[in-house]
Every structure is written in structure tokens, then in C-alpha cells.
């Protein structure tokens, strides 16, 4: 499985960022997709996952302001993140296949920055 993660930038507080990841390859494999992120010098944070089944879940410091969604073919998953805070700042990661943690794919990273 590839993942292919596009979106990100350099937003101001209080604004709104989207990114996009497509997964290519053995699809078929994937159970869930999602967003890790790491800012520097913190660990690795699990963001948002969303299932095959639509099911998901946020990190409590993103609950209310970030959307996780998939496209109907699956293969496709967006994280729309508003009301961005510095704190959000981090790369982010897209990943697939969460059977065990961490997830088994890995997408490049994506920076955010959010300037206060």
C-alpha cells in the first residue's frame, strides 16, 4: 500500500486547513485510515482514524474542530481541520491499516504550521 498525502501550509490561529491522502496498491487490505501527527520535540500523537465502516475517533485536543471522511471507494481520506490552533502546529502523517498500533502504512509527512 502507497499513501499520498497532499494539503497542509501555513494558516493563522482561528483559521482552517485541509489535507487529502490517497492509498494505492492492495486497498483492499486496509481496515481503517488516518492521521498521526509529531511536533517537534513531542511524541507522536494519533489524530483522527476513521473505519471501513465509517466509524470514528478524534484525539480529545482535536474533538469539535477536526472532520476525518472518506470517499465512498475508501481509498481516499481527508482531515478538514478549522479553528486551528499554534499547538496544532506538527507534520502529519497519513496512515492505513490499523490492525495493530502503530498503523502499518505510512505516508510522507505534510507540515502544518499554525502562526498565533
Known amino acids: 500500500v502507497q499513501l499520498q498525502a497532499s494539503g497542509g501550509g501555513l494558516v493563522q490561529a482561528g483559521g482552517s486547513l485541509g489535507l487529502s491522502c490517497t492509498a494505492s496498491?492492495?486497498?483492499?487490505?486496509?481496515?481503517?485510515m488516518g492521521w498521526y501527527r509529531q511536533a517537534p520535540g513531542k511524541q507522536r500523537e494519533l489524530v483522527a482514524v476513521i473505519t471501513n465502516g465509517g466509524s470514528t475517533n478524534y484525539a480529545d485536543s482535536v474533538k469539535g474542530r477536526f472532520t476525518i471522511s472518506r470517499t465512498n471507494a475508501k481509498n481516499t481520506v481527508y482531515l478538514q481541520m478549522n479553528s486551528l490552533k499554534p499547538e496544532d502546529t506538527a507534520v502529519y502523517y497519513c496512515?492505513?491499516?490499523?490492525?495493530?498500533?502503530?498503523?502499518?502504512?505510512w505516508g510522507q509527512g505534510t507540515q502544518v504550521t499554525v502562526s498565533s
Open positions: 496498491g492492495s486497498i483492499f487490505s486496509i481496515n481503517a
Open positions: 496512515n492505513a491499516d490499523f490492525a495493530a498500533i502503530p498503523p502499518r502504512y
